[in-house]
């Protein structure tokens, strides 16, 4: 997998936006970056995916920057159900590496 | 769908028993995998399998067995539990059907604890 890295921890405020950034820099030219999320005590679940262009889906919008060496996971209006572990990754096959994550703490 | 599901969801080993954990999905997929989670940590492959017969190792295989003889379950085996093995264990399965594409689905965890 290409090596990620991401922020120990950040809050965040109910109703706002989040952006949560993740670093890839040695991601190579077909590897996927994908978020997953994990909220106390369940089991991951899978939020978004891209390659190369920006994408959202009914839960996030993840955006990839031209030279794809980073990516930010936008929360558009966060909730206290947000509260989460969200793990950026980059597999270069079909088997996942979950690191440590962010620790997002959606405040009222 | 009732999608990913395992059992037991807690477990109590002592040192040197054995077990099975199962895990089922119901959504034809054909990829499964175990994953285990230490506190805080994050999750580390156990095992994972392509298909039906088909099975391999993570990077945290020792300790472990599985077996795939069907495309809907993937247990796991603990065949001498030690302390080291206190985890949280989650399976998943994906249906890579396109290049690329990997959502894998996670069931609730079985949360075992060996004295």
């Known amino acids: 997998d290409a090596k990620t890295t991401q922020p120990t921890s950040m809050d965040c405020a109910e109703g706002r936006a989040a952006n949560l950034p993740c670093n890839h820099s040695?991601?190579?030219?077909?590897?996927?970056v994908y978020w997953y999320r994990q909220i106390h005590s369940q089991g991951p679940q899978y939020i978004i995916h891209?390659?190369?262009n920006n994408e959202t889906n009914e839960m996030a919008s993840l955006i990839i920057t031209e030279d794809r060496k980073s990516s930010t996971l936008i929360l558009p209006h966060a909730t206290l159900r947000d509260t989460a572990v969200y793990y950026c990754?980059?597999?270069?096959?079909?088997?996942?590496?979950f690191g440590a994550g962010t620790t997002v703490t959606v405040r009222a | 769908n009732a999608g990913v599901t395992q059992t037991p969801k807690f477990r109590i080993l002592k040192i040197g028993q054995s077990m099975t954990l199962q895990c089922a999905q119901d959504?034809?997929?054909?990829?499964m995998y175990w994953y285990r989670q230490d506190p805080g940590m994050g999750l580390k492959l156990i095992y994972y399998?392509?298909?039906?017969?088909?099975?391999d190792k993570g990077e945290v295989p020792n300790g472990y067995n599985v077996s795939r003889s069907t495309t809907e379950d993937f247990p796991l085996r603990l065949e001498l539990a030690a302390p080291s093995q206190t985890s949280v264990y989650f399976c998943?399965?994906?249906?890579?059907?396109?290049?690329?594409?990997?959502?894998?689905?996670f069931g609730p965890g079985t949360r075992l604890t060996v004295l």
């Open positions: 399998s392509v298909g039906a017969g088909i099975t």
């Open positions: 990754i980059a597999p270069r096959d079909y088997k996942l590496s």
């Open positions: 040695t991601i190579s030219g077909n590897e996927y």
């Open positions: 959504m034809n997929h054909n990829y």
């Open positions: 998943a399965s994906s249906n890579i059907a396109r290049l690329g594409v990997n959502e894998q689905f």
């Open positions: 891209g390659l190369k």
